[in-house]
């Protein structure tokens, strides 16, 4: 068990920064999930953390020790791999027992500690078995094992769950969770999946093209996002984004979206986008969820408007409609009973106490 | 009348347009009538030889049907496996191959893993330099090595040339490339996540190669094997330059010095000692056919 720190980490090939300088604290116990779009450096830095990649600037430490020269197998880590990377000549156990063989671990505790993961990660029957006679799920939980059985300091996980099928994937999204509840080992997991970065960390770090977006727990990334990006990459269907422009109007403050359509902004929202220049381009954010049906009574901060749906897609519990905002498509998330029809007007209704204004040029929220 | 009639009933042709099993059908009969002829050419030779060595040398000079034995004799057999000669031919040919296949092995094994695994400054050029070094004919090569050998028995007064062993020197230069190259290509198919997972795992270098690459590649190292021993055994022209004493012969020469006298051809003699030294690469392609199975890393990854 330990902490993992990144102080200023670069890496380069050649002339390309694949990781621009990358500061982050992990706490002892720990899951903090690194999540991006391809490309983003998220790979490259577990890596870096594993010690398979040299870095090109900058520290990484675990458990208080700068570990920039140590070779991986002197870090006390264990990695998961996205393509399981089991030895195919290997039974189960002897894929999981290889590391502690490596070690010279005395042959009883190699199988009470491979045992013990086995039991834990359902497997204990497969003990015998060649990876080839496995199924995806299974091979992936073996290659959990391997990692457990070590009992590291740090588990990194590099998009484990990327070759399931849907299904299984959310099976084993719980499984990780359970097993990480069990061990409480520090964790370091990628993926380009944010419900996966959702619903397992503790906190979450969002990179973008080698940098480090915004890092929050789940919730704060989620209503509080720092930038346009964290704010579109966070939740499906992504945040709406619509041009907008503030203004004075009967003496409080409006947002204009369209020529027709201005709202005034709710009284804790106006406070706090005074000082915002009255002539600068805006974004206005606001998630699908906040863009509704009307509802029977008027609330304080909730705007309603005619929208006329392009498409509508049933999703059983809600429908997704689609309009348009000054030629930007927008989403909104109704009620299967609010008759949403394609190519039909519907009454909509804005919640403005949850919008998010960004500066469009910079891209970060005001 | 009638001429309506038969025109009403359609085509009497069984017209069965882009039908698969049609030409699937067609396909398979070119493809055995292919590989009949194919197994008829390269079966015909051994065919020969065998009927021949089972023949006594008044039968063979007979003007018989040379494709049948009338009176069946083992005496070619007896004469040849109860001769010393013989005998210190097959094991000279023995030696020969075990140890080359050995060294290859030792040489070809690391290199490969060097070459495929880590990427070191002119790696690439060296893995193309290894397989530009099998290109070249080995008949060229014969007149510069055999000067070489005759030199180095000059400065150093080590005498290589007419031993066996100074075959052990150079059926490597043959058999080297070729066995790194294909061990190049199985490492290489092996994914780097292996690799990985096994470093992470606190394996050394050496480690990986010997716990994960070897079994992991075990259908190309049979290949290779297979290969380096073939060569050496089937080896004449290196042999017949660079070994002349009877005592230091390799089989495939042995036999065609000492059994052909002047004119006189002992083809009885010939044939069962061609058939005999046929039969250890026989031997070990049937028994290593068996691990020479694709597909041994299923599993390891995705897919």
Known sequence: MAEVSLRKVVKRYDDVEAVRGIDLDIADHEFVVLVGPSGCGKSTTLRMIAGLEDISDGDISI?????NDVPPK?????????????YPHMTVAENMSFGLRLKHYPKAEIKSRVAEAA???DIADLIDRKPKQLSGGQRQRVAM?????????????????SNLDAKLRVQMRIEIKKVHQKVRTTTVYVTHDQVEAMTLADRVVVMNKGRIEQIGTPTELYHNPATR????????PAMNFVPCRLEEADGRLHMRLTDRIAFPLPPARAARYQSVSRNEPLLLGIRPEHITETRPHAEPGIETFEAMLDVTEPMGMETLVYFSLNDTPVCGRVNPNAGARDGSPLRMAMDLNNMHLLNEATGLVI | MSTMTVDKAGPTRNVKYGSMSRDRAWALRWSYFFLVLF????LVPPFYMLITSLKGSAEISAATNPWWVFHP?????????SSNQFLRFFFNSAMVSIIVVIITMLISIPAAFALSRMKFWGSATLATGVFLTYLIPDSLLFIPLFKMFALIGDVTGIQLINRWYVLLFIYPTLTVPFCTWIMIGYFASIPKELDEAAIIDGASWLQTLT???IPVALPGLIAATIFAFTVSWAQFLYPLVFTTSADQLVLPVGIVTTLIKGDVFNWGQIMTGALLGAAPPLIIYAFLMDYYIAGLTAGATKG
């Not at chain 1, 990692?147 to 990194?156: D, E, G, T």
């Not at chain 1, 990006?229 to 499906?236: D, H, K, R």
């Open chain 1, 74 to 86: 002197d870090r006390d880590i264990a990695m998961v791999f996205q393509n399981y990377a089991l």
């Open chain 1, 119 to 121: 039991r834990m990660l």
């Open chain 2, 73 to 81: 004799t083992l005496e070619n057999y007896v004469a040849l496996l």
């Open chain 2, 39 to 42: 197994a008829i050419f390269s």
């Open chain 1, 145 to 161: 094992g391997r990692a457990i059985v070590r009992n590291p300091k740090v588990f990194l996980f590099d998009e484990p769950l």
């Open chain 1, 229 to 236: 990006f964290v704010a579109g990459f966070i939740g499906s």
């Open chain 2, 211 to 213: 716990r994960i690459f």
């Open chain 1, 63 to 67: 458990g208080g020790d700068v570990v």
